[in-house]
């Protein structure tokens, strides 16, 4: 039986005189947040043809979803979407460049009402010329013997992780690609903004792993054969860039990545063959530590799905020459 729900809200908190929307909506754009579980959020706003406005959404976790309706009245958004088997319904306005948000999950007398806050995102650059990109020298991440300047995400939960022979290993018993786990994922000390990251990986047959760029962007790691494809599979900058080809290896093999993230432009090589060229990522991907994409973040490696190895992690620092 489905049950329907109606959820009655009072914008109170952030009342606004209507007088303070005139002109242009002020929530056009993209913006990033922190949820009240403090994860990573992201809304685009396009209210630019006739009709409710076009909303995308990422909360959390999974990949940016349009939401079938939203509502726009005296700058208020207003919409519902699922997350964690609940509905929950958002109400958000814009300041500026800054985002106030409640979020209302459940109802009864087991509503939440939750505040959260964000910022808006500046515009995609364009690709920047390659002859713009200079090198800097290669920095070993993983040294082979130890974790040094690697530390756990959240030391809450349980720690999978082991260096064995010279290979970073995750170790769990998960086995399903549930969004969340009970292992921790690893991430680096230092912070980078653009760079060129050499990784190598194996995973089991119907493994799954990430590795996220600043934190913000995964390139997805599963094996050629998984139930993950397409936008969500071998190559891919998961739920965002669809890979030209798959071009990845059975399980229980080795593989590699060439990762390059140069002014939101995401060049890919998996196993040696280019399945991404220079496209344009607007924001980040399910999972991300990281909301603002314009700030630095750290390489972080995914531990709470199912057991990975890595080795041979290698990242140049690129500095943008300005224009001649």
């Not at 952030?14 to 990033?32: H, I, N």
Request: aromatic fraction near 8%; glycine fraction near 10%; charged fraction near 25%.
């Amino acid at each position: 039986m489905t049950r329907t729900t109606t959820i009655v809200t009072v914008w109170s908190a952030f009342a606004t005189p209507a007088s303070a929307w005139a002109g242009p909506s002020p929530l056009a754009g993209d913006w990033s947040f922190r949820t009240p579980s403090n994860e990573v959020g992201w809304l685009s706003v396009d209210v630019s043809g006739e009709g409710p406005p076009r909303v995308q959404l990422l909360w959390a976790v999974g990949s940016v979803r349009e939401l079938p309706s939203a509502e726009l009245h005296d700058g208020i958004l207003s919409f519902q979407f699922k997350h964690r088997q609940r509905m929950h319904r958002v109400e958000v306005r814009a300041d500026g460049d800054d985002l106030h948000g409640v979020l209302l999950a459940g109802d009864g007398d087991d509503r939440e009402r939750r505040q959260f806050h964000g910022r808006r995102q500046p515009p995609l650059p364009d690709a920047p010329p390659l002859q713009r990109m200079k090198m800097g020298e290669r920095i070993r991440l993983f040294n082979g013997e130890d974790l040094t300047g690697w530390k756990v995400s959240n030391p809450d939960k349980k720690q999978g992780w082991t260096v064995e022979q010279g290979v970073l290993k995750n170790v769990t018993p998960k086995t399903d690609f549930g969004a969340y786990g009970d292992y921790t994922n690893l991430q680096t000390e230092r912070e980078f903004r653009d760079f060129q990251l050499h990784i190598e990986f194996r995973v089991p047959a119907n493994g799954n792993s990430g590795i996220y760029l600043r934190g913000m962007y995964e390139a997805q790691v599963v094996d050629k054969d998984s139930m993950m494809q397409g936008i969500h599979g071998p190559g891919a900058i998961f739920g965002r860039i669809k890979p030209s080809v798959n071009a990845g290896l059975p399980g229980g093999q080795w593989q590699s990545y060439d990762l390059t993230l140069v002014a939101r432009h995401i060049t890919v090589v998996l196993n040696n063959e280019l399945v991404i060229d220079r496209q344009p990522v607007r924001g980040p991907t399910g999972g991300a530590i990281v909301a603002d994409v314009t700030k630095p973040g750290p390489i972080y490696l995914q531990g709470d799905h199912t057991a990975v190895e890595f080795r041979n992690i290698l990242l140049t620092p690129i500095e943008l020459q300005p224009d001649p």
